[in-house]
């Protein structure tokens, strides 16, 4: 994906009873995933399988998912600024690995 319009940074820090509900709330977007969304989770050096369950889902949709893995957890802040370093969209936001959005919350915000 060249241009997306919208960017969603995910920091992913021990989450992996979440982390698929959470990455399947931004794919089933209304405004369509595969042309308008980039998402970029960023392993914020997770314990647990969150690695696995973001590698799987990079596998599945490599033209929309980018993932990248910190060094050092110096906290979610410093993983959403690691986010924005590769983030393509006209709009950027955030959103927690434990949480989702509604299916047309992206529609909503660009109207």
């Known amino acids: ?8 940074i995910v920091p992913v ?6 982390l698929e509900e ?6 089933v977007q209304t405004i369509g995933f595969e ?3 980039q998402l970029i989770l ?3 050096v997770t314990k647990d399988n969150s690695a ?25 802040c410093s993983a959403r600024n690691a986010g924005m370093s590769i983030a393509r969209g006209k ?10 959005w509604e299916n047309n919350a992206f529609e909503k915000a660009l109207a």
Do not use: W
Not at 1 to 8: I, K, R
Not at 22 to 27: A, G, K, R, Y
């Open 1 to 8: 994906m060249q241009d997306a319009v919208l960017s969603v």
């Open 13 to 18: 820090y021990n989450t992996e009873q979440y």
């Open 22 to 27: 959470t990455i399947e709330s931004v794919i």
């Open 35 to 37: 042309d308008y969304i």
């Open 42 to 44: 960023v392993d914020n």
């Open 52 to 76: 696995l369950i973001c590698k799987r889902y990079v596998e599945k949709y490599p033209q929309n998912i980018e993932y990248i893995k910190v060094k050092e957890n110096h906290g979610p």
């Open 91 to 100: 709009y950027i936001t955030f959103l927690d690995s434990d949480d989702k």
